[in-house]
Every structure is written in structure tokens, then in C-alpha cells.
């Protein structure tokens, strides 16, 4: 075995995950788009996610990417300001703050400028604007659409770290809702620095409105797994920045009961 085809070896027991579930159809994405929602968070460890997610095949649709695999790449590139402003903000639990980040979708060939913002526990705004394909730099262009979202901060932001991770997604079909599970997620500074984020999968599910008994929301609570606060970038900075890793705990995506 090559060492390219050993590094994706523990990959291969998720390619066939999504064999029993349809393909998401383009309307139904559509209906799906859920810029305005409720998210809850939960870690599993990788080998649990069969027992998760092959029940839900009745209930969700697969979104594919190209050549019809069920996990895409993300590349994401994290802005904050010098101060890290939106760093503490998660951290303090500020009831609105915000995660700016350019993302990069290398299998559809599509790259955006991303504003999330929270306002409070169960409301999440997300806006985003098409960039150019590697597109990594803010212009005029990128600034007033950042402007229109966070205010002056846009004038503050400066790329801060990478973010990479694989992703399976799932679209409800009777229940508004997506799901989607990272793995193999990796922080890159700057520098060139790299640190994995932990052995777990991160579950995100994303509603409008919030519901407990939607059938992955109810097999995530049959399992055993408690929805918390979880934040890949505050992981990662806490990793990668050892001046602010000095005072603050640091957040871990490793797997266990709940999110941590």
C-alpha cells in the first residue's frame, strides 16, 4: 500500500455509508437552504457513525458531490480581528457574535465569503457572497458585503488560520432540516503550522424551527450524546496561538458523550 493510499485507508468503511439513502434532488436543496435557523451540536466517535446514520436513510436525502461520493472537501479560512475580537466573543458566550471565513469547495469548484451570526442560542443567521475560485483576499468588493453584516468590524478583519475537513450531508425530506458530519478535521496556521482538531465526527444539525423529535435529533439523544457548544475555530485558535492558549482552557473536538 502507498503511503497516499494509507492515509485514506480509515476513510474507506464510510464510503459506502450513504449507499441505501436517495440523492438529494436540486429542489429539495432548495427548500433546505435554511440561511436562518437553529443549530445544535454533538461529537461521536467515527466508528459509531454507522449505527447513527444508516437508519436515517427512510428519512434523508444524500447530498453528493461530483462523481457521486458522499464526503466533500471544505477548506475554510478564518478572519478575525488582531485582537481576536470574534474569538472572545464565542468564547464569553456573547449573545451576538459572529464567524467570518472565506470556504472553499474544491469538488463543485465554487469558493464563497461566509458570515455567521448568532443571536442567542436558538438563532442563527448565515449570508454569504460568491468569490472568486482560491480567492483568500478581502477587496472593496468583499469589505462593503462584510460591512453590511458586521459593521465596522469588516474594517478589522485580517485571515487569522485554515480550517480543513471532510463532509458528509444530509437533507431532511419531511422534516426541515440538514445534517451534516465532519471528519478528519485539521487546523493550519499562517505559519504553516498543523494540528489536528481531534478523533471525533462533528455533528451539526441545522432546523427552522428547532425540534427534539426529528428522527436524527431523536437517535442523537437515544445514543447517549449531549448537544453542547462546540466552535472549530475556537478550537483551533486555542491550539494554534499559544499566547492565547496560555490563559484559556483548551477546547477539544476528541470524541466522548456529547461535544465538548
Known sequence: MTAAAARRAPLDPLASLLD??????PQLIERRALLRRADSKFSLAVDRLHDLVAP???DYAALRVPGGRALAVYRNLYFDTPDLRCFHDHRRGRRIRHKIRIRHYPDRQISFLEVKTRRGELEVDKRRLPIELGQERLGPRERAFLADHVGDLADQL???LWIDYRRIALIGTRTHERVTIDIELAAHGLDGARRGLGSAAVIEVKQAPFSAR????????AGGLREGSLSKYVAAVALLRPEVRR???RPSLHHGGGAS
Open 20 to 25: 441505501d439513502f436517495d440523492d438529494a434532488s
Open 56 to 58: 436515517l436513510a427512510a
Open 158 to 160: 485580517r485571515p487569522q
Open 214 to 221: 426529528t428522527p436524527v435529533m431523536r437517535a442523537l439523544l
Open 247 to 249: 490563559d484559556q482552557p
